[in-house]
């Protein structure tokens, strides 16, 4: 199979995203006055400068760092890996110079972060019975699309790009359960939506989404009016234009690029959703594995009580301190 080929594969497997980063390096490559090989010919040596290049030249620029955030270049050195096993299946003779590769090799990579991390870093917004209520009754056009969308990922606590993958076989009307792709843990696990849900999932399959005309041949339980598949830039604006709407988005800081970084994202569904199951008394093992997080201490960022529910919770649990 030719590199397009590999490229359109890897793309309809992992999405545009592992595609995407493929090809800027397949760029990358072609451009470099010093590493200009094919593709198909790089070493270990041309990853580990590629990823040098993404700390070193990337988009974020703010109080002196440089570079993509270590998350995004992990999921460029991911998405690679994941083109060179693509070739291989294909039965490319191709090696994959990405196996003993890091991002922790890279010196100064813990340092890198991006503005919105700084901005946000420790605070997960969690948003009130009201707000969601709110959320819900002003979403833009077409409403019912997108009204799913944001309950959908309330319910499931779905990553905006693990919600853009989320195919019709993937979805088990009868037990409400969704087979998901993990963007982080590169793995399936097993989510579930509500049953009042089922009359906003049954309307739109069944009725709103044929109205699309990629509808037919698209797999993805969302796609756009042009595309098989939602974009993830598209699912941000669905949550952030519905909190404007409502009158309960704030603007908290700028990015690099002077872009508004605004309170109400994708990941305040998420970060809700999570929340309120542990509020619940959901067990952070039983939670790390719905959220899909890699290690429990990702779960247990969630865990952040305030100085009265801690003595609640030493009220509730006076026994201990029965020993007189």
């Given at each position: 199979?030719?590199?397009?080929?590999?490229?359109?594969?890897?793309?309809?497997?992992?999405?545009?995203?592992?595609?995407?980063?493929?090809?800027?390096?397949?760029?990358?490559?072609?451009?470099?006055?010093?590493?200009?090989?094919?593709?198909?010919?790089?070493?270990?040596?041309?990853?580990?400068?590629?990823?040098?290049?993404?700390?070193?030249?990337?988009?974020?620029?703010?109080?002196?760092?440089?570079?993509?955030?270590?998350?995004?270049?992990?999921?460029?050195?991911?998405?690679?890996?994941?083109?060179?096993?693509?070739?291989?299946?294909?039965?490319?003779?191709?090696?994959?110079?990405?196996?003993?590769?890091?991002?922790?090799?890279?010196?100064?990579?813990?340092?890198?972060?991006?503005?919105?991390?700084?901005?946000?870093?420790?605070?997960?917004?969690?948003?009130?019975?009201?707000?969601?209520?709110?959320?819900?009754?002003?979403?833009?056009?077409?409403?019912?699309?997108?009204?799913?969308?944001?309950?959908?990922?309330?319910?499931?606590?779905?990553?905006?790009?693990?919600?853009?993958?989320?195919?019709?076989?993937?979805?088990?009307?009868?037990?409400?359960?969704?087979?998901v792709f993990g963007e982080k843990t590169?793995?399936?696990?097993?989510?579930?939506?509500?049953?009042?849900?089922?009359?906003?999932?049954?309307?739109?399959?069944?009725?709103?989404?044929?109205?699309?005309?990629?509808?037919?041949?698209?797999?993805?339980?969302?796609?756009?009016?042009?595309?098989?598949?939602?974009?993830?830039?598209?699912?941000?604006?669905?949550?952030?234009?519905?909190?404007?709407?409502?009158?309960?988005?704030e603007v908290i800081d700028h990015n690099?690029?002077?872009?508004?970084?605004?309170?109400?994202?994708?990941?305040?569904?998420?970060?809700?959703?999570?929340?309120?199951?542990?509020?619940?008394?959901?067990?952070?093992?039983?939670?790390?594995?719905?959220?899909?997080?890699?290690?429990?201490?990702?779960?247990?960022?969630?865990?952040?009580?305030?100085?009265?529910?801690?003595?609640?919770?030493?009220?509730?649990?006076?026994?201990?301190?029965?020993?007189?």
């Amino acid at each position: 199979m030719e590199v397009d080929g590999i490229l359109l594969e890897l793309e309809r497997s992992r999405g545009r995203r592992y595609a995407k980063h493929a090809e800027d390096f397949r760029a990358w490559l072609d451009d470099h006055e010093t590493y200009s090989v094919d593709v198909s010919e790089a070493s270990e040596g041309h990853i580990r400068a590629y990823l040098r290049h993404l700390r070193d030249e990337g988009a974020y620029l703010q109080d002196g760092d440089r570079g993509y955030a270590p998350t995004t270049i992990h999921l460029a050195l991911v998405a690679l890996s994941k083109f060179y096993q693509t070739a291989s299946d294909f039965g490319g003779e191709i090696e994959n110079p990405c196996e003993e590769v890091t991002v922790t090799d890279l010196d100064g990579i813990r340092k890198v972060q991006s503005r919105k991390s700084k901005a946000i870093r420790g605070k997960h917004v969690i948003l009130d019975d009201e707000e969601i209520r709110a959320l819900c009754e002003n979403v833009p056009a077409p409403a019912l699309r997108n009204e799913l969308i944001i309950k959908l990922m309330l319910q499931t606590a779905c990553r905006r790009g693990e919600i853009r993958h989320i195919r019709l076989q993937d979805i088990d009307r009868d037990t409400r359960k969704i087979k998901v792709f993990g963007e982080k843990t590169d793995d399936y696990r097993v989510v579930r939506y509500q049953s009042r849900l089922k009359p906003l999932m049954a309307q739109w399959i069944d009725v709103d989404r044929n109205a699309y005309a990629v509808a037919e041949k698209s797999p993805y339980l969302f796609p756009s009016r042009q595309s098989e598949q939602i974009s993830t830039d598209r699912l941000n604006y669905i949550v952030t234009q519905s909190a404007k709407n409502a009158g309960i988005q704030e603007v908290i800081d700028h990015n690099a690029a002077g872009q508004p970084i605004h309170r109400i994202t994708c990941h305040a569904l998420r970060s809700t959703a999570l929340t309120r199951l542990l509020n619940e008394g959901m067990s952070t093992r039983h939670l790390q594995q719905y959220a899909g997080h890699s290690q429990v201490s990702q779960t247990e960022e969630y865990l952040n009580p305030t100085d009265e529910e801690v003595l609640d919770a030493i009220d509730e649990n006076r026994d201990a301190f029965d020993f007189e």
